[in-house]
């Protein structure tokens, strides 16, 4: 089985930007779809981005549309989130996650591991 290990988040301020990335070991890395997930304060875990298992495809949430871009590198295992604008409201725990399905999903539940997460905190 893969595990995904999240590294590069911080403090920023509002506008900045941050590139969050996700290493993962064990498995075959091109075999799953990987998505990245936040989870603010006393909130749920909600998805943030997906990418496919070659990289052709990626989805995003409205709220980061045209903001993080989520791309991969399967000769590294290697995913990233690269973070630009940053607004307060994207403060949170980032996950990075991995999916077995053909098309990684936008819930938790279709998703099979997960990383310990990442802090991004961003003031205004």
């Known amino acids: 089985q893969v595990q995904p290990v999240e590294s590069g988040g911080g403090l920023v301020q509002a506008g900045g930007s941050l590139t969050l990335t996700c290493a993962a070991s064990?498995?075959?890395?091109?075999?799953?779809?990987m998505g990245w997930f936040r989870q603010a304060p006393g909130k749920e875990r909600v998805f943030v981005a997906a990418?496919?298992?070659?990289?052709?495809?990626?989805y995003y949430t409205d709220s980061v549309k045209g903001r993080f871009t989520i791309s991969r590198d399967n000769g590294n295992n290697i995913v990233y989130l690269q973070m630009n604008s940053l607004k307060p409201e994207d403060t949170a725990v980032y996950y990075c996650?991995?999916?077995?399905?053909?098309?990684?999903?936008?819930?938790?539940?279709?998703?099979?591991?997960w990383g310990q997460g990442t802090q991004v905190t961003v003031s205004s």
């Open positions: 064990g498995g075959t890395f091109s075999s799953y779809g």
């Open positions: 990418i496919s298992r070659r990289g052709s495809n990626t």
């Open positions: 996650t991995c999916s077995q399905g053909l098309i990684p999903g936008r819930s938790p539940s279709e998703y099979n591991y």
